[in-house]
């Protein structure tokens, strides 16, 4: 179980290449993070993403979707609750968790996406956003909920859209965007206070001394012993 002294434990569900993935492991190198990469699961084998986690000596699963998909989402929230995460990451985990998973992880699920939510929802965000003409694109790191891309935003960062962009040199800026974002944010959430009001996510001030982090819409966040890696 998680201590006041430890690392956030967390469960990476990933699809493909794993550079989210890479950037989490990376950054949990460093102590002062206040995250660990517990496990890493996959709904496809032999993908590089888990050959990062082997390398990194993280404990990998693969859960294939066979069968109904209720009976998948409920052996996936067995398999992940197994390693005892306090936040589970989507990064580039190509399948929607359903509500089996949603009650055991719902306020404690994130994910990222390649545009400004609410804007370009899906899996072609970049390329929608370059043919509507937006002039900023971006990503976002957002709570989990059971729609598509729909979730509380946690946080966001800008991208400007150049003239001679495709949609793949625009997506591969948001990339280099993207996982600094999520690493910002998992440290955020490792180490300090937070709350949604309504559809709001707050950063609350420092306050009191440190305890267990356990997240959920309804709870405050607490800090733990920094701030900014």
């Not at 306090?86 to 545009?115: C, E, Q, W």
């Not at 072609?124 to 976002?140: I, N, Q, R, W």
């Amino acid at each position: 179980m998680l201590t006041s002294s430890g690392p956030l434990r967390v469960v990476v569900l990933i699809s493909g290449t794993g550079t989210l993935l890479q950037a989490l492991l990376d950054a949990s190198t460093d102590e002062r993070f206040g995250a660990v990469v517990v496990a890493v699961g996959s709904d496809r084998d032999g993908i590089p993403g888990l050959e990062r986690a082997k390398r990194a000596g993280v404990p990998t699963f693969v859960h294939p979707l066979a069968g109904d998909r209720g009976g998948w989402d409920r052996a996936l929230t067995v398999r992940v609750a197994g390693f005892e995460p306090d936040l589970v990451i989507s990064a580039g985990f190509l399948k929607l968790v359903g509500p089996a998973f949603l009650a055991s992880y719902g306020g404690r699920m994130i994910n990222t996406h390649p545009a400004l939510l609410p804007s370009f929802p899906g899996m072609h965000g970049p390329a929608e956003a370059l043919a509507y003409g937006v002039k900023v694109s971006g990503a976002t790191v957002f709570l989990v909920d059971a729609g598509v891309d729909t979730g509380v935003i946690i946080d966001q960062e800008p991208v400007r859209v150049a003239d001679g962009d495709t949609a793949e040199s625009l997506h591969e800026r948001i990339k280099v965007v993207e996982r600094d974002l999520l690493v910002r944010t998992v440290h955020r959430l490792a180490t300090l206070d937070w709350r949604v009001e309504e559809r709001r996510f707050r950063w609350l001030p420092a306050a009191g001394q440190p305890k267990p982090v356990k997240a959920g819409l309804s709870e405050s966040h607490r800090k733990r012993s920094y701030r900014q890696v």
